[in-house]
């Protein structure tokens, strides 16, 4: 199993309408990401949500991408997710970013898509009905790998088009393509996004245990693809929750059932809409359930049910058996809510140092092995007539260039 961390841009209460406050956030949370790259973390994802106070100030994750890629080696870098929806802007400019930042971070991005969060978040782009972005996920997911790997692209679609051939710039770096994935909340998500070959990006607001027979709806689809929507099948299944790692037991146990730690799902509950509500279904500006209201017995129970994480690394090492139990191929954690920020980065080191070891004994990451597995590229370089300007000036699609430009090989 392979380990993240979620960010966000999460700021609670007034801090939100002060912007020093909010810059605060951003350069703390980008420390937390070059940090894991040290610690043996895998993939840092950062969220996209727009006009969503105090839960997410996080709109434009490709910047803060390549802020963090610029500091760091290893880790992989994600967007959780780009909403695809051509209302919001043209399906040419994911193509173009998505590429770009692969070659920012040298082949370390991810490209996590999905719909939109809720029905205020795409409301703010003129969307009113949350269920018409799934046919304009399924067009534009599907074009996007067509872009990267056409030189002439032409579309006439249903909710887009580029009626007229375009070489869209950059082309991906390296070999094939990033690894796509797609946010997933129910069952049949799960099944589609297995069908389709790619990762599925999943959130845990219930007991682990409950989403076992959705990561094996998964599995079971991505054993037969219907439709391998790339180069390649990116067979994951990541999973969000919470993590309390420290070396001081009682506090990591105090901070777990602190005042306010259901804050953020109230916000879940409220602007995500479109999908099931957490078990206590609160939704702000309810006031959270009070955790500290149950003490010690409710905070077993919520670590039992795979609710949280919380503990010292050798109690953290004996709950995470459980997810890897139901088949969670990665585990990512948003930790940011209710520790201070020292604390957090001595989780991310505690925890990559410790705990992540007894698990992730491949140096290599999942995805890059994935990538590496593509063969030809999925779409031929042209389309039918072409321009022999433009056919002279590009390379066969299995060019290699070296480092002094030319082709090797």
């Known amino acids: 199993m392979e380990f993240g961390i979620f960010l966000n841009g999460y700021i609670p209460g007034p801090a939100a309408h002060d912007r020093a406050s909010e810059h605060l956030m951003f350069m703390r949370e980008f420390e937390l990401a070059i940090k894991a790259d040290k610690h043996n973390w895998k993939y840092a994802w950062f969220g996209e949500h ?24 290893r880790i992989h870098l994600g967007t959780a997710i780009n909403s695809l929806s051509p209302r919001k802007e043209h399906p040419v400019r994911f193509a173009e970013r998505a590429a770009m930042m692969d070659h920012i971070t040298e082949g370390r991005f991810e490209w996590g898509t999905g719909r939109g969060a809720g029905s205020h978040e795409v409301a703010s782009f003129n969307i009113a009905d949350t269920n018409s972005t799934k046919a304009e996920w399924d067009e534009v997911s599907r074009e996007i790998v067509r872009m990267w790997e056409q030189y002439d692209y032409t579309f006439q679609g249903e909710h887009f088009t580029v009626p007229t051939p375009h070489n869209i710039l950059p082309k991906p770096y390296g070999h094939s393509h990033p690894p796509i994935w797609m946010a997933c909340g129910n069952p049949g998500s799960f099944a589609k996004a297995g069908s389709l070959g790619v990762g599925a990006i999943a959130f845990n607001f219930e007991p682990i245990y409950n989403l076992k027979g959705r990561i094996e709806a998964y599995k079971e689809a991505a054993e037969n693809p219907v439709e391998i929507l790339g180069d390649f099948q990116n067979n994951n299944v990541m999973m969000t929750n919470a993590v309390i790692c420290l070396n001081d037991r009682k506090r990591a146990r105090e901070i777990a059932i602190s005042k306010g730690r259901g804050y953020l799902v109230t916000m879940v509950n409220m602007y995500h809409d479109t999908m099931p509500k957490s078990a206590d279904a609160i939704t702000w500006p309810e006031a959270p359930f009070d955790l500290s209201q149950g003490g010690d017995e409710f905070l077993d129970f919520a670590i039992d049910a795979g609710l949280m994480l919380v503990g010292t690394p050798e109690e953290v090492c004996e709950q995470i058996a459980a997810y890897q139990t139901v088949g969670c191929d990665q585990l990512v954690f948003g930790i940011n809510d209710g520790m201070s920020h020292e604390e957090n980065l001595e989780m991310i080191e505690l925890f990559g140092d410790k705990v992540i070891p007894e698990f992730d004994k491949n140096p290599e990451h999942s995805t890059t092995a994935y990538r590496r597995s593509a063969g030809a590229p999925k779409y031929a370089p042209f389309n039918g007539p072409v321009d022999e300007n433009l056919k002279h000036s590009v390379l066969p699609a299995n060019a290699i260039l070296g480092l002094d430009g030319k082709p090797q090989g």
């Open 50 to 73: 727009h006009a969503l106070t105090e839960y997410s100030h996080l709109s434009a994750p490709e910047v803060a991408i390549g802020y963090v890629a610029a500091q760091t080696e």
